[in-house]
Every structure is written in structure tokens, then in C-alpha cells.
């Protein structure tokens, strides 16, 4: 097969490449094609941020900065995209860029070796805030962090750096011009076709029609998860077809009663538009996975590959999501944990692809009762970690009742599950001790999880009723009870 060529703008020139392998990464890419060496090899999972770098994408309200893990990003998947590595920030004449200069002022760099990640990260905070005239408070340096991890433990001084780096003499990186680089390259002719080794289809319409000649070509959407397959299992694949160009695919659409995302959809955006219905769920989908995970991977991606450690899912079906499975020629709707049927497998056919997932929005009905919801994720470390169990739980409550019940569970089956004995036991009863107390047992009896690296079989169990007794005491009011309430991270502020 013919193997496409990747095009994107760097240091204000149109680099082209040719002959890259599919499932090549962008770190490979940088360090032994490019010898851009700046940029760190770390845990090579997306863990660490040492890979870090910033892709430029144009949209129509200009230019967009994502900082992402160059260890799990296919290098095909920054064709059309402008990207900076740590290489690329000091000017002509070697004057730092306030990243860069702050970072020296602050005493941020200890051992050096996470610094290009941190750096890169906070230019990607420098474009999207700093330059868009915005502060940056503590708890958005924190968080926009996320995912870098510092092996001396220098937190504090890096999040000094982020916020110096608006005292700092202004730095551009010339948007108007790079813009029309980025629409060039767009508007130029692709030397793809439907026989290429890496296929990125721009329409839904190409999509379907790709899905349905290429069955066996490893489908992509953001690459968090098929990253790992490259990197740890040493997996090779001939041909590769790419969601994330598809236009439709890219929206969040608004209805009346629920959310329209669509599989390309990058989870920190997807995680916005479910916080703007539900402010409260900022705290999990800050702890979902670090920035520039969330900033690659999509939320169609994650609820396709179907983890039972993944977090999106017993969210999603606790708020009672469904998915939309398309193929060429029709599309059918089901229940979110109906597209599960065991570890990692799934109901689409081959020629069929995850399109949408729909989200209801909370019931304004005051008949209906009000809505109740919390979600909890249970991992070793507070942040960038995989759960051991998480737990949705969304109750519908009105006179002290419980007039409905839904709860999504993770990590205690081969797939994400539905807790419907332990809904079964809430529903309809009164909202007190009693019924959680009741709840909690039929809870814990509900699942057979298993013991791994990450929890005892005995501890998930536990934990599981904990949890439920926990939702309890918040819905009375009582805070204090765990760390989302502290400050995050309060030893660094």
C-alpha cells in the first residue's frame, strides 16, 4: 500500500515527510528521524509528560493549542497541524520564551529531565490563556499541568513559573501567517486514496465507505489506548483509519433534552460540555487523566474500546447514555452497556463504526424529582492514574423518596456493568440511612471482581459499599470526607 506523506508547519516552514510507517509514533518521529532530542522519553504510556509537545490547529474562531504525549500520538495524526517542540520556543537571537524565562527565574528545573514536558506544557497554557489575555491562577496552573510528573518533587516552583509568565514580555508566535499556512496545507491536494497505509477520511460519508472496504484496518480516535498496543505490546499494523478529520464526528451538538457527542470529539472538550449541564463533575473530569491525555484521546474512543477500567463509561451509564453504531447504508441506537458483550469485545461488525453518543440532560421536571449525582474514582494516585473501582450513581429524589435510580460501575467485571440489583434496591424507597445501609450490602454482593496490580478482589468489594455509604453523607450535607473536597493538592498552593 501506498504510504501517505505527513505535512505540517514548524518554525514557520511546511515540513513534508514521506514514507512513514502507520503506526509510527510522534516520538520516534521527533527523536530518530528528526533528532529533535529535546523532547523526552519517559514511560512511553502518556504518563509522565516528559514526551510532551503542542500541537496548532485552525478553527473558526483561529487558532487552538493542545498539548499532547508525543509517545502515544501516531506522527501521521499531525498531518495539517503546526507543532512546537521544546527546540522551538527561544527566538532568533536565543532569548528564552517566557516559558522557558519563568521556569529560570522560579527555580523550576531540577534534575532537567521532565523539564521539556513542564515547559511545553506551560506554553501551551502561555498560548491559550497568557496570550488570550486571561490570568492563571494556581488551581489552573495545577490543573493545566496535569500529567507531568516531576521525579525531585518541584511542583511549587513550576507553578510559580506559570503564573510569572504573564509579567514576562509578550511573545507571539505570529498567528495571522501561521494561520494561512495551516489553511494552505488544508486546501492543498492530498496525495491520499483509499488505498493508503493511513487513511484519515475528512466526512462521515468516507468514513462509512472507508470502514466498509478496509475491515481490518486498525481504527483510531485519538490513539490514548492504541498508543499502549504500539509502545508496551510491540504491535504492528499494516493500515490505520483515522476518525478524528471527520467534520461530523467533531461536534457537540445541543438538543433539548440531551447532548449529541460525536466520536472525534477530544475528551477535555467532551468533559466541558458535560460539566456546563453538570458544574459538579469538574472535579472527576479533572481527574479522569492528565491534560494532554485528555486533550488526544476522544470519548468515543474510550467508550469503544471498552476498557472495564475505563472511567467515561459507568458515568455515562449512570446519566443513562446511548451510542449510535453506524455503517454504510444505515445506523442503529442501543443502550450504552448493551454494546459490551465481554473484556474488550463488542457488538459493532466489522464494517460498522461508534458515531455518537448521546447524553440526557438532567430532568427539569419538578414532578420527576431532582437530580442527585456523584461520581467516584478510586486509584492509588490522586492524579493521572487508572482506577481501581470507579462508581456513578444518579438518583432522581423528591419528598425524600427515590424515584428513580441508575449506577454505572468500573473495574469489578470484564466489562463496565450496570448495577441494576443495587438500582432495584434504591428505587422507590425512602432516601435514609436505612436504604443506603440495605443498598450498600446488595451492592457489594452484586459483583465478583477479581484481585490485579491494582486492588484486592476483597478491597473493590468493600470499597464499593464505602462509596455508596459515602454519597449518603454528601447528600446530608456533609463535607470534608474525602480528598476532592481539600484543596488539590493543597501542599503545592
Not at 168 to 195: F, Y
Not at 385 to 391: E, K, T
Not at 442 to 463: C, H, K, N
Request: with cysteine; hydrophobic share 40%.
Amino acid at each position: 500500500m501506498k504510504s501517505q506523506e505527513i505535512r505540517f508547519v514548524r518554525r514557520g516552514e511546511t515540513v513534508t515527510l514521506q514514507g512513514v510507517p502507520p503506526d509510527r509514533t510522534l516520538l520516534d518521529l521527533l527523536r530518530d528521524d528528526l533528532a529533535c532530542t529535546g523532547t523526552k522519553e519517559g514511560c512511553g504510556e502518556g504518563d509522565c509528560g516528559a514526551c510532551t509537545v503542542v500541537l496548532g490547529e485552525a478553527t473558526a474562531d483561529g487558532m487552538h493549542y493542545r498539548a499532547v504525549n508525543s509517545c502515544i500520538r501516531l506522527a501521521h495524526a499531525v498531518d495539517g497541524l503546526a507543532l512546537w517542540t521544546v527546540e522551538d520556543l527561544a527566538g532568533p537571537d536565543g532569548a528564552l520564551h517566557p516559558a522557558q524565562e519563568a521556569m529560570v527565574q522560579c527555580h523550576g528545573s531540577q534534575c532537567g529531565f521532565c523539564t521539556p514536558g513542564f515547559v511545553m506544557s506551560l506554553f501551551g497554557m502561555y498560548q491559550n490563556h497568557v496570550c488570550q489575555g486571561k490570568p492563571v491562577s494556581r488551581a489552573r496552573a495545577r490543573e493545566d499541568l496535569s500529567g507531568n510528573l516531576c521525579r525531585c518533587t518541584g511542583y511549587r516552583p513550576i507553578i510559580d513559573a506559570a503564573q510569572r509568565m504573564a509579567e514576562l514580555p509578550r511573545v507571539s508566535v505570529g498567528e495571522p501567517a501561521l494561520l494561512r499556512q495551516l489553511q494552505a496545507l488544508a486546501a492543498a491536494p492530498s496525495d491520499a486514496d483509499g488505498n493508503a497505509d493511513y487513511l484519515a477520511p475528512r466526512s462521515l460519508a468516507d468514513l462509512l465507505d472507508q470502514r466498509a472496504r478496509h475491515p481490518q484496518a486498525q481504527l483510531v480516535a485519538g490513539c490514548t489506548d492504541v498508543g499502549l498496543w504500539v509502545t508496551k505490546q510491540h504491535r504492528q499494523f499494516a493500515q490505520v483509519l483515522d476518525l478524528t478529520r471527520v467534520a461530523e464526528l467533531r461536534r457537540i451538538e445541543h438538543y433539548p433534552n440531551h447532548l449529541a457527542i460525536g466520536a472525534a470529539v477530544p475528551l477535555a472538550d467532551a468533559f466541558a460540555a458535560l460539566e456546563a449541564a453538570r458544574p459538579h463533575l469538574h472535579g472527576f473530569a479533572s481527574r479522569f487523566a492528565g491534560l494532554p491525555v485528555r486533550n488526544s484521546g476522544t470519548l468515543g474512543g474510550n467508550v469503544a474500546n471498552g476498557s472495564p477500567i475505563g472511567d467515561s463509561m459507568p458515568l455515562l451509564i449512570a446519566l443513562g447514555a446511548s451510542v449510535v453504531l453506524m455503517r454504510r447504508g444505515g445506523h442503529r441506537e442501543m443502550p450504552l452497556e448493551a454494546l459490551y458483550i465481554g473484556y474488550r469485545q463488542n457488538v459493532m461488525a466489522p464494517d460498522e463504526v461508534l458515531a455518537w453518543i448521546k447524553v440526557p440532560l438532567p430532568v427539569r421536571n419538578a414532578s420527576e424529582g431532582t437530580e442527585f449525582l456523584r461520581v467516584y474514582k478510586i486509584s492509588k494516585r490522586f492524579d493521572d492514574d487508572i482506577s481501581a473501582v470507579c462508581l456513578a450513581v444518579r438518583l432522581q429524589l423528591a419528598h425524600r423518596r427515590v424515584v428513580s435510580a441508575s449506577v454505572g460501575v468500573g473495574g469489578v467485571a470484564a466489562t463496565p456493568v450496570r448495577a441494576r440489583r443495587t438500582e432495584a434496591a434504591l428505587a422507590g424507597q425512602p432516601w435514609s440511612a436505612d436504604t443506603v445501609r440495605s443498598a450498600a450490602e446488595v451492592l457489594r454482593a452484586e459483583f465478583q471482581p477479581i484481585s490485579d496490580m491494582r486492588a484486592s478482589a476483597g478491597y473493590r468489594t468493600e470499597v464499593l459499599g464505602n462509596l455508596l455509604q459515602r454519597l449518603w453523607l454528601e447528600s446530608q450535607g456533609v463535607q470534608d470526607i474525602n480528598l476532592e473536597t481539600w484543596t488539590t493538592l493543597g501542599a503545592l498552593a
